[in-house]
């Protein structure tokens, strides 16, 4: 059985920085597709950023861009998301999912994702 638990989210105030941590347990990342999403009140959940299991190549919304690194940790079998320059719109319970087979066309789209961590709960305050 696969789970994924999220930790590092809180409140932090614009500009500043703070990186979420996805500790995977019952299959190595390397195997995985990893991505984060996030949900703010009253929006649908969205797509932030991903790396393939294949290659570890990277893809980012366009909102976060140049401010948020995706990553992951084959030897602490962990994902991460770094998010720099936080902008109060970043504001959002982000999740980390995660699948085997995901193709690169559907690697926005949540329904891709077999697996998902509870969520963590990300403030930026102005």
């Known amino acids: 059985q696969v789970q994924l638990v999220e930790s590092g989210g809180g409140l932090v105030q614009t500009g500043g920085s703070l990186r979420l941590s996805c500790i995977v347990s019952g299959r190595t990342v390397s195997a995985l597709t990893m991505a984060w999403f996030r949900q703010a009140p009253g929006k649908e959940r969205e797509f932030v950023a991903a790396?393939?299991?294949?290659?570890?190549?990277?893809y980012y919304a366009d909102s976060v861009k140049g401010r948020f690194t995706v990553s992951k940790d084959n030897g602490k079998n962990t994902g991460s998301l770094q998010m720099n320059s936080l902008k109060t719109e970043d504001s959002a319970v982000y999740y980390c999912a995660a699948g085997s087979g995901v193709i690169l066309s559907s690697l926005r789209y949540a329904s891709a994702y077999d697996y998902w961590g509870q969520g963590t709960q990300v403030t930026v305050s102005s």
């Open positions: 790396i393939r299991r294949n290659g570890g190549h990277t």
